[in-house]
């Protein structure tokens, strides 16, 4: 299980790096599609999503997606950081406006 969860975070990864816009929708879905096969895995496809959703402007989302990634790993300093930068985004709004035309998607429910 975790192999294919491993598998679907490097293919996000390599769609990510094609530097196509349209293609975000592609990652979130192989991210979405890891932590439905292994929630506790790896925390990859949580960062991923967080990453998204607060360049989407949706911080709530993000902070949802980064609290459960601390769960399976507390001391990530990568998790630690996108917390840092959420929590000083409150004074700020983030907002990509054509990223958040693309990330017009449901979220995995973590509550």
Do not use: W
Request: aromatic fraction near 8%; proline fraction near 7%.
């Amino acid at each position: 299980m975790s192999h294919d969860v491993n598998r679907l975070c490097h293919e996000a990864r390599q769609v990510l790096d094609t530097g196509h816009p349209e293609r975000v929708k592609l990652a979130i879905g192989l991210y979405r599609q890891a932590l439905e096969q292994a929630p506790d895995a790896s925390v990859e496809p949580y960062l991923g999503l967080a990453y998204f959703a607060y360049k989407a402007g949706l911080k709530d989302q993000a902070r949802v997606l980064l609290v459960a990634a601390r769960q399976i790993s507390p001391f990530s300093q990568p998790i630690q950081r996108l917390l840092r930068q959420l929590n000083e985004a409150v004074k700020e709004p983030v907002k990509e406006p054509e990223l958040s035309q693309v990330v017009e998607f449901h979220f995995p429910d973590l509550t």
